[in-house]
């Protein structure tokens, strides 16, 4: 396939796609000569141009992803504090130091047991928070380099909800429509952007 | 870019004047002129050369990508073994077995990258990136750690079990420091490094390598943390070109982890 180039806009040498810096004046290849190149690569091929929407598709759900998580933290922060006064109540009968009952085929006292149940909220908001962070951050990534950001946002979404369906079996079919949607997106828009890396490489001079 | 002159926007897919600084349809910013002015490369067929180095690149991925998905089959595999009350430490020897097997596996089908990284340890100057990639570990943990506790995060004892079963010092040390350390180092920083490194730059490799390695430890509070120790073990093993140094760096921190546990501190 003949390579698709633009000219360095300060020494006129052929910038190829793919390439990190210009090979004639060694100046980095801005985020507009990216774009430019890329335009021009999906114009002139009709697959390409595909593989771009899908690419572009996905790498837009891990920002959706990443507001989901934010906006969840406080909801789920709520919902487990009414869940937490719950528990406090039935606690509140015992003694500090008195054993209870195994959980889990551990033992705790009822002060461990409330220290605990205490905490349950704020882990719920902490690990939201992250996630929400990290798919932020991955978004942002996304936008320079979506092979190994949406790679990497599959994976982690993956995690989560493996994650999530070992400690409640019950999650697993909370909101499975968006899941679906999420995985579907993602992993179409991961296969897009191997394809087009793969096809980048093949431009790329000397590869 | 379409034709001479000619660019589609992005947002709508229409065709613009290659001169105009946005799209009339819909008001996307289109590029600028000069960098468009020159004549569109016609697409063509690829080569079967072409089309078999794609797919080579392809199955590359796609080994990583199988490699993650066996492996957290067998972390969920040990998280349900737990919970239906098998014995907690030979369900996590058994794993540890099996994930040392995947290991010597993924090292053997990629053995012309892996093996350069085992035949050299690099003298001086890759005992001195050991060192400082532990000392780096150390100084982030005392600070990390504390800080997610303080959030309220529980953080589990690596140690904790083996302990609870008797086990003796010696093995805590040897399952909990070295075997994860050669066998993580094995796959992550040899095989996953070299496969990914045959499609994405030098920092992307680090990148995923290092969110693949916090990930398969399967704790949002650890994700963050992981996920420098996987950037601090990859940078040590480009700068030496050897599996060596990570390892060392790997052993001493789980080493340090496991000792504070025994001697009751609360660091890391």
């Not at chain 1, 114009?43 to 989901?68: F, Y």
């Not at chain 2, 996953?192 to 499609?199: D, E, I, N, P, S």
């Amino acid at each position: 396939m003949d390579a698709v180039t633009i000219p360095c806009g300060i020494c006129q040498s052929t910038i190829a796609m793919g390439a990190v810096t210009c090979p004639g004046c060694a100046r980095p290849v801005t985020d507009q000569d990216r774009a430019v190149l890329r335009v021009r690569f999906e114009g002139a091929d009709w697959q390409a141009h595909e593989r771009g929407k899908q690419v572009r598709a996905g790498a837009k759900w891990v920002g959706v992803l990443a507001i989901l998580f934010a906006v969840s933290a406080p909801i789920m922060f709520a919902m487990q504090e009414s869940t937490t006064s719950q528990a406090m109540q039935n606690l509140a009968q015992f003694h500090d130091d008195q054993v209870l009952q195994p959980i889990d085929g551990k033992v705790y006292t009822a002060g461990e047991l409330r220290r605990l149940v205490e905490r349950e909220p704020y882990q719920v908001l902490v690990a939201n928070g992250i996630l929400a962070v990290l798919m932020g951050v991955l978004w942002l990534w996304a936008r320079r380099a979506p092979l190994p950001a949406i790679a990497c946002a599959l994976a982690l979404y993956l995690v989560v909800q493996v994650v999530s369906a070992i400690l409640d079996p019950s999650s697993i079919m909370k909101g499975i429509v968006i899941k679906l949607i999420a995985f579907s997106v993602l992993y179409k828009g991961f296969t897009a952007s191997l394809a087009a890396r793969s096809a980048m490489q093949q431009q790329r001079p000397g590869v | 870019m379409t034709d001479l002159g000619e660019v589609r926007c992005r947002g709508c897919g229409v065709r613009n004047s290659a001169y105009s600084k946005e799209c009339l349809t819909c008001g996307t910013l289109l590029p600028a002129p000069s960098a468009i002015a020159e004549p569109v490369a016609p697409a063509a067929v690829p080569s079967p050369e072409e089309l078999h180095a794609a797919a080579l690149g392809g199955q590359r991925i796609g080994g990583v990508a199988r490699l993650f998905l066996v492996t957290l089959g067998l972390v969920v595999a040990l998280f349900i073994a737990n919970r239906c009350g098998a014995p907690e430490v030979i369900a996590e020897t058994v794993a540890d077995a099996v994930l040392a097997l995947v290991a010597l596996a993924c090292a053997f089908s990629a053995r012309a990258e892996v093996l350069p990284l085992l035949t050299r340890f690099g003298g001086w100057r890759s005992l001195a990136a050991a060192v400082a990639g532990l000392a780096v570990l150390v100084v982030f943990g005392a600070v990390y750690f504390p800080s997610v506790r303080w959030l309220g995060m529980q953080l589990i004892a690596i140690s904790e079990p083996y302990r609870e079963a008797g086990w003796p010092l010696w093995s805590i040390y040897l399952l909990n420091s070295v075997v994860p350390a050669v066998f993580e180092e094995l796959t992550f920083r040899g095989y996953v490094m070299a496969r990914l490194g045959t499609l994405l730059t030098a920092r992307e490799t680090l990148l995923v390598q290092a969110a693949l390695f916090a990930l398969l430890h399967l704790g949002v509070a650890i994700y963050p943390s992981h996920f420098f120790i996987g950037l601090v073990l990859g940078t040590v093993r480009q700068r030496t070109r050897s599996l060596y140094p990570g390892m060392l760096v790997h052993a001493g921190w789980n080493a340090v982890v496991v000792w504070c546990e025994i001697a009751g501190l609360g660091f890391p």
